[in-house]
């Protein structure tokens, strides 16, 4: 009999396939809506690309149908654009204008989603969308694709052959290509020209193991339709594109820091809140970029212009819990031995996703780590599994990692713990858990509530005993999400809007 590999060892063979943006079209339904923004004094510039299910058209290798499949990734109402200061970034804005048969809103609401995952998880089908939601309950409503994510670009200056300068992003050109990642020690992985680089190595032998892996599954029943040579294809275009990934060179303190900040003032700028305040709602890392920016203004003694804020399967110290996030602490190691710039977890997921969707269900296991039984539709779950996630560069990860250890995260330099002054906000905070989310679990979710005021925090854990339970998108775009979580965050949102 054939002996198979650990899921461990399975997980560590998986790697990248590419993704690639088309073209931004116009909603035939354009001339209504700038009616409506002459009509509030903005610009027909501010409309911005989009319309929903027009626009935007992600493209992913199917690995198990060996054809391109397409979907929809744009399916807001407008595109947005904020550059962020400093940087060649470009951050993605998605915007669901308030329902005219809804209350005014006084705050606009900002969403942000999970590491490497892009705007998709919030607006899945109009049966399955977060966004649209909260847009029809009155609530202009953002969501923020930080660097690296979505549709956000990279500008990116190169000379032709003439000598001029012309400026490039993702939907047209990938990024620059530059033949070299140099690492903070000096050692340098090519890409393109000279010799094989490790990285390079590596992938080879992972494609090598991928394709073992998959011919012994298909030994125990049947795996098909799947596609290696999909595979094959996959790893290769991503060996070609190994130079791209040396501009994942940024760290969480970098969304906190810069991408969100950013993003608030140019939502502040549309929509003009009386008060200057956005309400916010994050998604595991998008809650706890929430809870870092609560804790920093804190310790600045500066208002975080946030007038509530709700957080789903988010902690800054996991350290109580069972979280499967520990996963990730392994990587560190060879992320610093071997200066890998970038995981590609959505890539991973892409790939893995056949393995635990169809018999033998070999990673069966990874489909919990998002939803639980019966509670998301099986097409949605495999649309977010195949268009839903992004890769993330190393030095997120490894900040992120400090969730684990002795007073929860800290900043990129290790003497700023966010942990530590959440205890000083005044902002009212509503954290939502999940009864069996193997990732961010309740004891995870509570050692970040404890610490904050009672008089300004609310915790729920949803699920009961006898079911229905909730994993860790179940909280964001299950089936009873609608009827139990989305009802939940709008009674504590409509609370606090008070301009």
Not at 197 to 203: F, K
Not at 370 to 387: A, G, Q, R, Y
Request: hydrophobic fraction near 35%; proline fraction near 6%.
């Amino acid at each position: 009999m054939a002996k198979f590999p650990t899921a461990r060892q399975i997980m560590a063979t998986l790697s990248l396939s590419r993704f690639d943006l088309s073209s931004i079209g116009r909603s035939d339904n354009r001339r209504r809506h700038l009616h409506r923004f002459r009509r509030q004094g903005k610009s027909e510039a501010s409309w911005a690309l989009c319309r929903r299910n027009m626009v935007a058209v992600k493209s992913v290798t199917a690995f198990y149908g060996g054809n391109k499949e397409k979907g929809s990734i744009c399916t807001a109402d407008e595109l947005h654009y904020v550059s962020v200061p400093n940087s060649d970034w470009k951050l993605a804005l998605w915007r669901y204008n308030p329902s005219l048969q809804a209350a005014s809103r006084n705050h606009p609401l900002l969403l942000l989603s999970g590491v490497g995952s892009n705007a998709l998880g919030y607006d899945l089908s109009p049966e399955s969308s977060f966004a649209r939601y909260m847009s029809n309950q009155g609530y202009d409503t953002w969501i923020l694709e930080v660097r690296g994510s979505g549709l956000s670009t990279h500008r990116v200056e190169r000379k032709d052959t003439i000598g001029q300068i012309r400026s490039e992003t993702p939907e047209k050109q990938p990024l620059a290509k530059i033949g070299t990642y140099s690492s903070s020690e000096g050692s340098s992985v090519s890409s393109k020209h000279g010799q094989e680089s490790t990285i390079a190595t590596q992938l080879g032998n992972w494609n090598k193991n991928l394709i073992n892996i998959i011919e012994g599954a298909q030994q125990l029943g049947p795996l098909k339709p799947f596609n290696l040579q999909g595979v094959t294809s996959a790893l290769e275009d991503f060996q070609e594109q190994l130079d791209v990934y040396e501009k994942y060179d940024w760290d969480f303190d970098h969304y906190l820091e810069e991408d969100v900040p950013a993003a608030m003032e140019y939502i502040r700028n549309q929509s003009k809140p009386n008060d200057g305040k956005l309400l916010a709602i994050g998604h595991s890392m998008g809650g706890i970029l929430l809870y870092a920016t609560i804790s920093r203004c804190s310790f600045n003694k500066v208002d975080p212009q946030l007038a509530s804020v709700v957080t789903l399967a988010s902690s800054l110290d996991y350290r109580p819990s069972n979280s499967s996030l520990r996963l990730l602490l392994p990587l560190r190691d060879p992320a610093q031995a071997f200066n890998v710039p970038v995981f590609p977890i959505g890539p991973l997921l892409a790939i893995a996703h056949p393995l635990a969707s169809r018999p033998p269900y070999l990673l069966y296991w990874l489909k919990d780590q998002i939803s639980v039984e019966d509670m998301l539709d099986p097409t949605l779950l495999e649309k977010l599994v195949l268009n839903g996630f992004e890769s993330v560069p190393a030095k997120v990860l490894l900040q992120l990692s400090s969730v684990f250890e002795e007073g929860g995260l800290r900043d990129r330099n290790g003497t700023f713990q966010y942990n530590d002054h959440l205890r000083q906000t005044n902002v009212p905070i509503l954290a939502i858990a999940g009864d069996q989310d193997p990732i961010c679990p309740p004891e995870a979710v509570y050692e970040t509530v404890k610490g904050i005021p009672r008089e300004f925090v609310s915790y729920r854990v949803l699920g009961k005993p006898g079911g229905p339970h909730y994993s860790h998108y179940d909280l964001v775009g299950s089936r009873l999400a609608s009827s139990d979580v989305y009802p939940l965050i709008t009674d504590f949102l409509n609370r606090h809007d008070v301009a």
